[in-house]
């Protein structure tokens, strides 16, 4: 996969060119400008430099060298590994689908980076989402944003329906949904690339949206005997 005018070459932490591809021959090679073919060769072609991505480390392009750091020369952007990000599975709720009137429903995610492999630009990639904070929205009109993962009773040695730092209580008896946005930082590495790269600014990705029953321990306890649905709340 060829890339036009992305490749930088970085040297000394200045970028000294932005490099692009003019013309082809009818075989699909690179061509000077009067049609000849210079596949064979890093050809500089006035101010412009033919360059295939992906770029090994150690080689040349263009007659300079591509070192581990300057492999990274096109720009990844949030939109570029969007599609890396963690998906459910990464943010709880307890009890899950249903709370007490009065009483702390806990709300907990999961705080180590979370690493995805693929392809990228054509080249393997690793991609790092490292949570920065928690935003849940518990469907009442009261929205908790918090840089803390939190955690289970069970994981913060407490008892079921005591407070946490991101428990909530409801005041009344209802339905609700309630959904959780975790905000991420990107990086990146590249295969045979040591070193992470950042990638500019935040993603916020939907990691959980539940309906939960709120009511009073008579009502939701009522769908069956334990017996009859031994998976329902308080069972």
Known sequence: MEIRGKLKNIIDGAETREQTITTRTSDGNPADDAGTDVSAAPAL???DCVYSWPVDPGSDVCGEHVSDEDTGGVVVTLSDVARFAPGRGVVFLEPEGWALVGLPMNAYGAPAPVTASGVLFGAAVQVRFTALSWRWDFGDGVVLDTVTAGGSWHTLGQDEFTTTDSSHVYAGRGTV???????YRAEYRFAGVQEWTPVEGTLTVRS???DVLVGTASTVLVNGSCTQNPTG???
């Open 233 to 235: 709340p308080g069972c």
């Open 208 to 210: 959980g949206e539940w």
């Open 177 to 183: 949904q309630v959904v959780a946005d975790v905000i």
């Open 45 to 47: 072609l006035g101010n």
